[in-house]
């Protein structure tokens, strides 16, 4: 089994499609281990996205990660990972496939509903920033 995280981003959040992404990570055979619904402040956001700090949408994407809660969830399953990253669909929610995540909630290329981890590596670094390994225990 792989572990991944998500984030269900403020638009989302606003738009009240929380469950519905919820249930369908959980229809694509995602187990939810742990989740936080967090207000991130600024400090939280620039360190979370700093692989990104020199490119030029970092402060855009800084100001919209702050301005509601978002769900962070760590996520089981085998090859979650790369199973997420289809579920979400293409970051562009007018190129992602019909019936992704991002074809279904999202908005704009800034606007796209949900973050899902890149890769193993980064997977465990962002679980590691929302929740400590106590969370991650099976019931």
Same mark, same amino acid.
């Not at 700093?50 to 030029?56: I, L």
């Given at each position: 089994?792989?572990?991944?995280?998500?984030?269900?981003?403020?638009?989302s959040?606003?738009?009240? =499609?929380?469950?519905?992404?919820?249930?369908?990570?959980?229809?694509? &055979?995602?187990?939810?281990?742990?989740?936080?619904?967090?207000?991130?402040?600024?400090?939280?956001?620039?360190? @979370?996205y700093?692989?990104?700090?020199?490119?030029?949408f970092?402060d855009?994407?800084?100001?919209?990660?702050?301005?509601? *809660?978002?769900?962070?969830?760590?996520?089981?399953?085998?090859?979650?990972?790369?199973?997420?990253?289809?579920?979400? &669909?293409?970051?562009? *929610?007018?190129?992602?496939?019909?019936?992704?995540?991002?074809?279904?909630?999202?908005?704009?290329?800034?606007? =796209?509903?949900?973050?899902?981890?890149?890769? *193993?590596? =980064?997977a465990?670094i962002?679980?590691?920033?929302? @929740?400590?390994?106590?969370d991650?225990?099976?019931?």
């Open positions: 089994m792989e572990q991944t995280l998500t984030i269900i981003k403020p638009d959040m606003a738009a009240g =499609n929380a469950g519905k992404i919820l249930a369908h990570l959980e229809q694509e &055979g995602f187990q939810i281990l742990a989740l936080r619904r967090i207000h991130l402040s600024e400090a939280q956001a620039r360190s @979370f700093e692989v990104h700090k020199e490119r030029p970092y855009d994407l800084v100001a919209y990660m702050t301005e509601a *809660p978002v769900i962070a969830a760590a996520l089981e399953r085998e090859d979650a990972v790369a199973h997420l990253r289809r579920v979400m &669909g293409a970051t562009n *929610p007018e190129e992602a496939a019909a019936g992704t995540i991002r074809a279904l909630y999202g908005t704009s290329i800034e606007r =796209n509903a949900i973050h899902g981890s890149d890769s *193993p590596e =980064n465990a962002e679980t590691d920033f929302f @929740f400590s390994r106590a991650l225990l099976p019931s």
